[in-house]
């Protein structure tokens, strides 16, 4: 098979322009979602359940650095037949959140949609248009004809090696490659990386399915219920004294 030489100048007009426009279309993007980001709403109930559930898992995990009374006051708090936190919070019915009939949530989706997948439809044609047809570089390793579709779009020739990598598919490959770059310089929660922008397109469906407290406090409760205080202290004294006279020995 002959090989390829490939003119210097794509470097130029072809490889280099593309990874710049990918690049500032990233940071455009994540300044964009920025502005248009409104202030989520706060929910002062699972606030609060979450960090109840905070604190018994503290409890439950830590509780043998305290004296026996506060451990059994606190589990006392939690556990108690009639009014214990975990016991009351149990049956409380929690209003279920429709993101198809919240106006709020469907204004979010929206923006986001439109942030993420309009400049992306866009500059794709941009590139499609201006730097179809070209082979910018070639994998150092040789590669079988089963990736000539993904690596080799726009570039339809059946004879080519399957190691070049044309236009349209570097474009694809640095959609997904500056992930690092971004976090580098945009932060870990950037807009601009679309892989995270896929993930939350996909987990959508999550959105809409409440988060069941009520099993997370019958969880809880029966676990602090059969955790009994060990006191992690007991005859301190006598072994911080050991530990004296030994080291006074040597």
Not at 102 to 127: A, C, F, R, Y
Not at 187 to 202: F, L
Not at 206 to 216: E, G, L, R
Request: aromatic share 10%; hydrophobic share 45%.
């Amino acid at each position: 098979m002959v090989e390829l030489l490939l003119d210097s100048a794509i470097r130029f007009w072809v490889f280099m322009p593309i990874v710049v426009i990918t690049f500032f279309v990233g940071m455009l993007r994540h300044y964009i979602t920025i502005i248009t980001a409104g202030e989520k709403p706060v929910d002062k109930q699972q606030i609060a359940d979450s960090q109840a559930l905070i604190r018994t898992r503290i409890l439950r995990e830590n509780g043998k650095y305290i004296p026996k009374e506060g451990f059994v006051m606190r589990k006392h708090f939690f556990v108690n037949e009639e009014n214990g936190y975990l016991t009351t919070q149990q049956g409380r019915q929690q209003p279920i959140r429709n993101p198809i009939t919240d106006p709020t949530m469907m204004t979010e989706m929206l923006k986001n949609n439109i942030s993420n997948m309009v400049p992306m439809i866009v500059i794709g044609g941009v590139i499609n248009w201006a730097f179809s047809g070209f082979l910018c570089t070639k994998v150092p390793f040789p590669l079988t004809y089963r990736f000539k579709p993904m690596l080799q779009r726009g570039v339809e020739l059946a004879t080519l090696d399957a190691s070049w990598l044309s236009s349209v598919s570097w474009y694809a490959i640095n959609i997904f490659g500056q992930r690092g770059v971004n976090n580098l310089l945009l932060g870990e929660n950037n807009a601009a990386d679309q892989t995270k922008m896929m993930q939350d397109q996909m987990n959508m469906a999550a959105v809409s399915m409440p988060q069941d407290s009520a099993k997370a406090f019958k969880a809880e409760r029966e676990g602090l219920l059969v955790v009994d205080h060990q006191w992690a202290f007991r005859n301190v004294e006598n072994d911080v004294m050991s530990q004296r006279s030994y080291f006074r020995s040597r």
